[in-house]
């Protein structure tokens, strides 16, 4: 008998990855088996995000590149999934007639029901209202493997950032019960589960529709006691409404890794005001200097955009000062990427690419100035850290992450493994990484 294959390539965010364990869950549960080739799998599934316009152009490209596998083996199923599909639904379709079916993010959970009814050549279209369909649904959920797993906790959100289209392709909040964010935490956790992330589009927006006035704080603190796992992150603050009790939680926490990724966006007020993020940088500036006493080794990074429409030479550099004050462990800065249907696309004075590039290059030399003097400080500590194998470029070293999620590499020890939980003795510091040496284990 034939063993039925698929292949999944996910791009954009966690919460992408974790849809693709859902995706892989139900397709595992009808019998198919994973392989890591596309031109060999009966199921094709293509995740899109479109964030950026840089992501979609790269998904556009790997959607069409499918159409020699289409054309050598008719009977092979091409799903394309997520936002991108949420987005541009008849697009694809138009663009890509190979393509069989077309999974908008609210339908993901169906997607075993509808390959019960398609056929392999059928065309289908599955999109429409978001609902909280699925919130708690975990039949045919992939189980989690490994030492890490992404929990989502919500999906959705509600802030409408001027510049963002994920609450048009991914609906309003809607959080998960937390009894099964918390069983999914535990049942990670009875396999040798060693951390978890906690996922939404803002967490602390967690609980608005569930009764009994549960929120984040709360949530995260029934996880820290009561889920059994050595390390808990999550992901992502927004600092409208980052506050003390969460602060107060992170503190007390056992499990509770000491990073925050807290996205800023911008050091001005006048560019945070045009991209409707309802704070200001006084209010933001406040919340570090809360985190920071209540968490003395806390690891912050986050999110800066470059070049938003309006954004003068005078309001960068504001920016610059502002990342100079609150030296970031780390920033992911991206250029400003028009997406189409959203109020930033449509407003006056948007930035010439030229300019955006020279800003963004000023801004990276700056952050990893900073990063390289915030790595330095765990030079000559021993810090503890999660095991995640083999480096991938060199066998003879193991890498892994600190509480802080910083990585650490060091010489490959005989009694290390995927999942270990060790002490590292910091020796040297680079821009984006610690090199160590592994603590001698007490025989006892």
Known sequence: MKTHTYFIESFGCQMNQSDSERIAGQLESMGYVHCDQHGSADIIVINTCCVRESAESRIWGHIGALKHIKDHNPDTLIIIAGCMAQKDQQLIFRRAPHVNIVLGTQNIDRL?????????????????????????????????????AWIPIMYGC???????????????????????????????????????????????????????????????????????????????????????????????????????????????????????????????RRHIGQLRSAIPDISITTDIIVGFPGETDEMFEQTLAFMAEIKFDAAYTFLYSKRSGTPAATMEEQVPLAIKKSRLKRLMDLQNSISLAANQYWVGKSVEVLADGPSKTDSAVYSGRTRQNKIVLWPANPADFPGKIRQVQITSAQTFLLRGEAVAERKD
């Not at 529709?209 to 992502?236: H, S, V, Y």
């Open 112 to 148: 075993a029901d509808i390959l019960q009814d398609a056929k392999p050549k059928k065309k289908l279209l599955e999109s429409g209202q978001f609902a909280d369909d699925g919130l708690g649904q975990e039949a045919g959920q992939k189980k989690h493997q490994g030492i890490s």
């Open 158 to 284: 509600d802030n409408y950032c001027s510049y963002c289209i994920v609450p048009y392709v991914r609906g309003s909040e809607r959080s998960r019960p937390f009894d099964m964010v918390l069983a999914e935490a535990q049942a990670f956790a009875r396999t040798g589960g060693q951390e978890i992330t906690l996922l939404g589009q803002n967490v602390n927006s967690y609980g608005k529709n569930l009764p009994d006035n549960w929120n984040f704080p709360r949530l995260l603190q029934k996880i820290d006691r009561e889920a059994g796992i050595p390390r808990i992150r999550f992901m992502t603050s927004h600092p409208k409404d980052f506050g003390a009790e969460l602060i107060e939680v992170m503190a007390a926490g056992k499990n509770i890794c000491e990073h925050l990724h807290l996205p800023v966006q911008s050091g001005c007020d006048e560019i945070l005001r045009r991209m409707n993020r309802h704070y200001s940088t006084e209010t933001y």
